[in-house]
C-alpha cells in the first residue's frame, strides 16, 4: 500500500493547534496504524502559508502528479478544508481526477471515503460549499481589519522602508526616520534637480552609501572601505520613489 498524508497550514491558522502540521501528519499515521494490516509506504505532502482556496500549492500538485503516475493508492488528510476550500475546484478532485487516477481518498474530521459505496456525497459537497464560504467569509474580515487599521493610522507592511523604522506608539504601529533618512531625502532632492536614476546611483556608489540591503544587514548607513560597498543600481533608485513617503520632502 502507498499512502500519502497531506498537510497543509495557511498563515493566519499557522498559530492553531489542532491545525498545526505536525497534528495534521499525527493524526493520519494514527489512522493508518489502526486501520491496515499490510505494510504501508507512506509519502508526505506538506504545504506551508498557502491559502485553502490557492490550488497551485506545490506539495498539492505533486501529489496530484504522483497519483496520476500510479505512485499513490491512498490519500489521507485531517479533513476536507485541508485539501482546499473551493468547493468546484476541490469536487473535480475528488469526484474526477483521483478516482480515475485510482486513488482513494480518506478526510479524518468528516469521515469522509470517496471508496465507500454508502459514502454521502452530497454531505460531502454541503461541507466543501462551506469550507468556500469560511474563506471567503474569512477573507472578508482580514481585509475590513487591515482597511480600519489602516484607517487609524497604523502601518501594514512587513518591513519598512529604506529611511525609516517601524515603531508603537500610543498602540499605533507607525513610521518614524531612521539613520537612512537623509539619504532618501537627499535621493529626491537629487530627482528634483533633474538627476536620472543612472545618475543618482552612480552618486551614491562614489559616496560609498550602503545599498538598502547592505543597510539592512548591517545597520551602516555608510563604509569607509570603498571594497565593502556594493553598487546602487538604477532599480534599487526608482524602488524609492514612492509617493506615499514623498510629503516630507
Not at 500500500?1 to 497534528?23: C, F, P, W
Not at 506538506?46 to 496530484?64: A, H, K, Q
Not at 469522509?112 to 464560504?133: F, Q
Request: aromatic share 12%; net charge positive; proline share 3%.
Amino acid at each position: 500500500m502507498r499512502a500519502g498524508i497531506y498537510a497543509r497550514v495557511s498563515v493566519l491558522h499557522g498559530t492553531q493547534k489542532d491545525l498545526t502540521v505536525e497534528n495534521q501528519i499525527l493524526l493520519a499515521e494514527q489512522y493508518l496504524r489502526e486501520w491496515q494490516d499490510e505494510p504501508i509506504e507512506i509519502s508526505y505532502y506538506i504545504d506551508r502559508g498557502y491559502s485553502g482556496t490557492n490550488f497551485r500549492r506545490p506539495s498539492f500538485l505533486r501529489m496530484v502528479r504522483e497519483s496520476e503516475q500510479g505512485r499513490l493508492d491512498l490519500i489521507v488528510a485531517k479533513d476536507l478544508s485541508r485539501l482546499g476550500r473551493n468547493y468546484l475546484e476541490l469536487g473535480w478532485y475528488l469526484e474526477k481526477v483521483f478516482p480515475d487516477a485510482g486513488v482513494r481518498v480518506v478526510t479524518l474530521g468528516e469521515g469522509y471515503d470517496n471508496a465507500n459505496p454508502d459514502n454521502d456525497n452530497l454531505t460531502a459537497g454541503i461541507r466543501n460549499l462551506m469550507n468556500e464560504w469560511y474563506a471567503r467569509e474569512t477573507g472578508r474580515k482580514v481585509r475590513h481589519t487591515k482597511e480600519w487599521l489602516r484607517m487609524e493610522g497604523n502601518y501594514l507592511g512587513s518591513k519598512s522602508p529604506y529611511g525609516y523604522k517601524i515603531i508603537y506608539r500610543e498602540g499605533k504601529r507607525i513610521l518614524i526616520p531612521d539613520a537612512a533618512y537623509p539619504v532618501r531625502k537627499e535621493i529626491y532632492r537629487l530627482h528634483r534637480e533633474g538627476k536620472t536614476s543612472s545618475e543618482i546611483a552612480r552618486i551614491l556608489s562614489e559616496r560609498r552609501i550602503a545599498t538598502p540591503e547592505q543597510y539592512r544587514l548591517s545597520g551602516c548607513v555608510c563604509f569607509e572601505s570603498e571594497e565593502k560597498i556594493k553598487k546602487w543600481s538604477s532599480a534599487m533608485v526608482r524602488g524609492l520613489w514612492n509617493h506615499e513617503y514623498e510629503e516630507d520632502f
